[in-house]
């Protein structure tokens, strides 16, 4: 859907890296350059046969198995309040 318009409103895809560290690199920057109105996370499952929308968010990294650079997390707080 990148650079599609809904209404007024253009849609910005950035495919992200399946990696905990620069993820949050990336993330900063993103936010940063395009302030978005609103955010649509997608990702992968193992043995999902598509992407699929992620449909809740609970402020914590918490992986079955390893990111691309082998971190494995569990319950660990994303951001604190701030």
């Known amino acids: 859907l990148d650079g599609v318009a809904i209404g007024d409103t253009k849609v910005v895809g950035r495919p992200l890296p399946v990696s905990y560290e620069a ?3 990336n993330i900063e920057t ?3 350059e395009l302030t ?3 955010i649509v996370s ?3 499952w193992p043995g999902e046969p598509m992407l699929r929308l992620e449909r809740l968010a609970v ?3 918490d992986f079955e198995i390893p990111d691309n ?3 494995v997390l ?3 707080t ?4 701030a």
């Not at 994303?78 to 309040?81: L, Q, T, V, W």
Request: zero cysteines.
């Open 30 to 32: 993103l936010l940063e």
């Open 23 to 25: 993820l949050n690199e």
């Open 42 to 44: 997608v990702g992968l």
């Open 69 to 71: 650079d082998g971190l």
């Open 78 to 81: 994303i951001r604190g309040n």
């Open 59 to 61: 402020n914590v990294a």
């Open 74 to 76: 569990s319950d660990a």
């Open 36 to 38: 978005p109105a609103a």
